[in-house]
């Protein structure tokens, strides 16, 4: 059950020094200076992030259905759920299903460890989501493979926002 | 077109007049989806706020009466009481809402230092009292005593603020059902608070979502607890008359 | 009140059914960062797990990351294998840990 887990997604780290805030700052200054091409590419595209869970594999699509709304009124929770079609038996199983939402601060949001007493794979929580984007559950199968799903959200902006 | 016939059923349903202006519950104004979320216990997280209050009103304080020693029969006493809220406290004189008369309580007669407005032992306590009377319609007097009151309220309502010169009127009264960004815009009926709203990612007080309303025309936000929003809560709630109360709902 | 649980989950069912569990949370699942007013940032505060152990193993684990939403719902099935309790252990960062149990019969 060890997790390969994005160094994006690490608990933050104690509160930086004064020394470390304005070296901080001059990196930010010079990253804000290059074109947003070289930006982007400071962050891992979606199917490297894929490749990092899957060990290199590419995953195929079908037999796992994600379903979030397509259209969301706020993005603090957000429900999805997600089923894979499978035995779940000893020897066919879902291993585990990996939620990243490749928008979010941090980008992996979920892993649901399940077995073959699931009886299911069958899987539901609330995610929050920071602004539209794709959202991508991962499933890793007992026989060595693995599935992917994706659906594009788009989150709402609230009028009502609150001051206190 | 579909949109106004789908609302024109709820009124319906849930309608309630106001001087000729039917009334509908803010349920009606979530998506499907958030409004089977508020009526599945097993999802809605506003009952925890039930729960806690549930347990703070029978725990004793070290000394004096725990709140459930005297309200001994709930289904006597206090069931239906969240409806008559905000009244006019004949002791006092003052207008007094459901967090302000358990708060009353809880100073003269449990001897207890104040909670504070919008702390979380006195929202879960007003959540979990206003839960007592759930589904039943809102009944508050505006004539009387209350009379004064009920017209401030309803002048605030109406009165243009802030530097966007709007007046909850204007939205609340006049473009009900349309857009305003994500959101839909109700009329502005207070029966489902205190209310768990995603945007605050958790329960808060009908004062707290009239200072955001404030915010939003950037007019003057008043305290928690304020002359201004109880006469205005007082006004929102003749105007729900007949409206279940929906307590603990939830809202975007 | 930090933490409460809803557990809802059928009392009784027969041997080899699936029954679903569906677990409401209360939590802030603070994601950390904000400024915290005196020039530093909140550390973050989540449950970063949870475990439901049943019939001698784990049969359910869900590891969660600041992309849960506060006061998080959880569902997830299992197969009814004997009447005992079923354990749910949640883990807190900074190594706080709170359990409940629901009892399954099983006919």
């Known amino acids: ?164 | 077109m579909r949109l106004k016939l789908a609302l024109g059923f709820l009124m319906a349903m849930v309608g309630a007049v106001a001087g000729g202006e039917e009334i509908t519950s803010g349920s009606a104004f979530l998506s499907p989806e958030l409004r089977h979320q508020q009526d599945d216990p097993t999802r809605n997280p506003a009952w925890f706020w039930v729960e806690q209050g549930q347990e703070l009103f029978s725990r004793k304080p070290e000394a004096g009466q725990a709140c459930s020693q005297c309200h001994a029969e709930l289904e006597k006493s206090l069931r239906g009481a969240a409806t008559r809220y905000p009244q006019v406290d004949a002791a006092s004189g003052r207008l007094l809402n459901l967090e302000g008369r358990i708060e009353q309580c809880r100073v003269q007669r449990q001897k207890q230092p104040a909670f504070g407005y919008e702390s979380g032992e006195l929202l879960a306590l007003t959540t979990y009292v206003a839960s007592l009377s759930r589904g039943l319609a809102m009944d508050v007097e505006t004539s009387g005593p209350a009379q004064p009151f009920y017209e401030a309220g309803k002048a605030f309502f109406e009165r243009r603020q802030g530097q966007l010169n709007l007046s909850c009127k204007q939205c609340h009264g006049g473009l009900v059902g349309q857009k305003l960004r994500g959101d839909t815009i109700s009329h502005g009926a207070g029966t489902g608070y205190p209310a768990y709203r995603l945007e605050w990612n958790g329960v808060g007080s009908l004062h707290r979502r009239l200072r955001a309303c404030s915010l939003g025309v950037r007019a003057t936000q008043f305290d928690y607890g304020a002359p201004e929003y109880l006469a205005l809560e007082l006004y929102l709630a003749g105007r729900a008359g007949g409206l279940p109360i929906e307590t603990p709902a939830m809202r975007r | 009140m930090a933490f409460n649980a809803r557990i809802s989950m059928p009392a009784e069912a027969r041997a080899g059914d699936i029954i679903e569990i569906r677990v409401l949370t209360r939590h802030p699942m603070d994601r950390g960062g904000q400024s915290d007013g005196k020039g530093g940032t909140v550390p973050r505060k989540i449950l970063n797990r949870l475990t439901a152990t049943y019939a001698g193993e784990a049969i359910f684990r869900l590891d969660m990351y600041t992309g849960v939403s506060a006061n998080p719902f959880v569902s997830f099935t299992t197969r009814a294998v004997e009447t005992g309790d079923i354990v749910f252990e949640w883990r807190e960062d900074g190594g706080a840990v709170y359990t409940r149990a629901a009892r399954l019969t099983v006919t």
């Open chain 1, 1 to 164: 059950m060890s997790l390969p887990i994005s160094p994006l997604s690490r608990p933050s780290e104690p509160a930086p020094s004064r020394r470390d805030i304005v070296v901080g700052t001059g990196v930010g200054l010079g990253l804000a200076a290059l074109p947003s091409s070289a930006l982007a590419a400071t962050l891992p595209a979606l199917p490297e992030l894929i490749a990092r869970l899957t060990e290199g594999a590419v995953p195929e699509r079908g037999r796992i259905t994600l379903e979030i709304p397509a259209l969301v009124e706020n993005g603090n929770s957000v429900d999805a759920r997600i089923v894979v079609e499978s035995p779940m038996t000893e020897a066919d199983h879902v291993r585990w299903i990996h939620l990243i939402a490749e928008k979010n601060p941090f980008l992996d949001m979920a892993r649901f460890h399940l077995g073959p007493r699931s009886g299911r794979a069958e899987v539901a929580t609330t995610l929050r989501l920071a602004t539209s984007q794709k959202v991508t559950a991962v499933a890793a199968l007992s026989t060595g493979g693995y599935l992917m799903s994706d659906v594009d959200v788009v989150v709402t902006l609230s009028a009502c926002i609150d001051g206190g």
